[in-house]
């Protein structure tokens, strides 16, 4: 269930937002090898008795989101971003801070909720 709060002033833009969630998934137990006429003869009459077996599992995972940037001049912003997620096995927040240079200038409103610089690498 996300949630988002957005707001913008004349120099100022920000976003916060979070959510939460609930997954469950089930297998049943199944031949490891489905498609027999694909393992050589020789091994077809093992490869027929091995199975894999069925499982359930659960999990709770919840998101925290920030975005904030600020008008310095007509040309230059300078942002800020939070991302933490959190599940069972799996991590990926991110942080960032940037510069934005705009040639032409901006005096109108900003972006709502800010647009922060996307990463061309993640490592």
């Known amino acids: 269930m996300p949630v988002t709060w957005r707001q913008r ?15 469950h998934s089930r297998t049943q ?12 003869s020789d091994y077809r009459q093992r490869a027929s008795e091995l199975t894999e077996e069925g499982s359930s599992s659960q999990g709770f995972g919840y998101t925290a989101r920030a975005l904030v940037e600020r008008r310095v001049t007509s ?13 069972k096995d799996y991590t990926p927040s991110h ?6 240079y705009s040639a ?8 709502m909720p800010p647009q922060p610089l996307v990463p061309y690498a993640d490592w």
Do not use: C, H, K, M
């Open 9 to 23: 002033t004349e120099n100022w833009s920000w976003e916060l937002g979070g959510s939460v969630s609930w997954s």
């Open 29 to 40: 137990t199944q031949a490891r090898y489905p498609l027999l006429n694909l393992i050589p």
């Open 75 to 87: 040309n230059w912003f300078v942002g800020a971003a939070v991302d933490i997620q959190q599940a």
């Open 95 to 100: 942080a960032l801070l940037y510069v934005r």
């Open 104 to 111: 032409a200038g901006w005096q109108g409103d900003l972006d």
